[in-house]
C-alpha cells in the first residue's frame, strides 16, 4: 500500500512512528537520549579521524553547475558521510515511519540533512516519486544507499537508476574507506573507523541514466553503478591504508 511522505527540517515533538501513533513519553526519551548519544559518539570519532579526499574537484563543478545530484553508497560505509558532509550541501535523505526511522530522522537532522519520512521497502513507489519531484522541481541533492535498507550486501538494487530516471538527475558514486575499522557481522558487514584511523573518501565520475531508458537501458545502469560503487570502495580502501592518491 502507499504511504504519505512529507520533507522535514526538524524533528516534531511526538513525531509518530510507523502507522502515525505519536511516540509514548518514554519512547520519545529513549529517542532523544539515542541521538545525543550516537551524535556525540560520532563527532568524538570524527573529530580524530584523518580525511582524505579523491576527485573533489570533480564533484565541486557539479556543485558549481547548481543541478540536482543522487549521491550513492554502500550500505556498510555509510556511518561517516553525515560528519564530514552533512552542513556541507543541503542533502535529502530517506528514513523510515518506524521506532528506528524515528532515530535514524533525528540524527540525520542533527547533522544538517534534510529527511523526507516514508520506506524504499513499504510504499516504495511512493517514497521514490518523492524523491524524482524534489529533484525534479527543487533541483535538490538526495543520498541513496543502493542496496538497502536490507541487502544483498553490495548489491545494487534497480530504485537507484529508476530514481535518476524519473528526477533526471546524475548518481554520483561514494566510495569511503579507512586504514582501521571495527567491521560488525551483520548484513551490510558494516565498517566503524577506529579512532585515529586514516579514512578516504572517492567521489565517482556522475552516471546519467536518460529519461527514456527502457527496462534493459536501466539494467544496464544499475550494472555500471554497482561496479562503480565497487571501484570506488576499492579506491577508498586502497587511499585510506597508503595515505597517498593515485
Known amino acids: 500500500m502507499a504511504i504519505r511522505l512529507r520533507p522535514e527540517t526538524a524533528p516534531r515533538p511526538g513525531a509518530g512512528v510507523a502507522g502515525g ?34 576527485n573533489r574537484d570533480g564533484i565541486e563543478r557539479l556543485w558549481a553547475g547548481g543541478g540536482p545530484l543522487i549521491y550513492a553508497a554502500w550500505h556498510g560505509r555509510m556511518l561517516m558521510f553525515p560528519y564530514f558532509y552533512g552542513r556541507l550541501r543541503p542533502v535529502h535523505v530517506l528514513a523510515s515511519r518506524s521506532r528506528d526511522g524515528e532515530l535514524v530522522s533525528r540524527l540525520a537532522q542533527a547533522f544538517g540533512f534534510r529527511v523526507v519520512r516514508g520506506s524504499s521497502s513499504r510504499g516504495g513507489p511512493a517514497a521514490l516519486h518523492a524523491l524524482a519531484r524534489l529533484l525534479r522541481a527543487e533541483r535538490a541533492e538526495v543520498a541513496i544507499v543502493p542496496d538497502g535498507p536490507r541487502g544483498p550486501r553490495e548489491v545494487a538494487q534497480p530504485g537507484a537508476v529508476l530514481l535518476a530516471k524519473l528526477g533526471r538527475a546524475p548518481i554520483v558514486p561514494l566510495g569511503f574507506g579507512a586504514s582501521r575499522a571495527t567491521v560488525l557481522d551483520t548484513w551490510d558487514r558494516f565498517r566503524i573507523p577506529r579512532p585515529f584511523a586514516r579514512v578516504a573518501v572517492v567521489f565517482g565520475e556522475p552516471l546519467a541514466v536518460p529519461a527514456d531508458a527502457d527496462r534493459d537501458a536501466l539494467e544496464a545502469a544499475r550494472r555500471r553503478l554497482e561496479a562503480a560503487l565497487d571501484a570506488v570502495s576499492r579506491e577508498a580502501d586502497r587511499l585510506a591504508a597508503s595515505g597517498t592518491p593515485r
Open 21 to 54: 501513533r505519536p511516540l509514548r513519553p518514554g519512547e520519545r526519551l529513549a529517542v532523544a537520549l539515542g541521538v545525543a548519544a550516537a551524535g556525540a559518539g560520532l563527532r568524538l570519532l570524527g573529530a580524530t579521524l584523518r580525511l582524505t579526499e579523491a
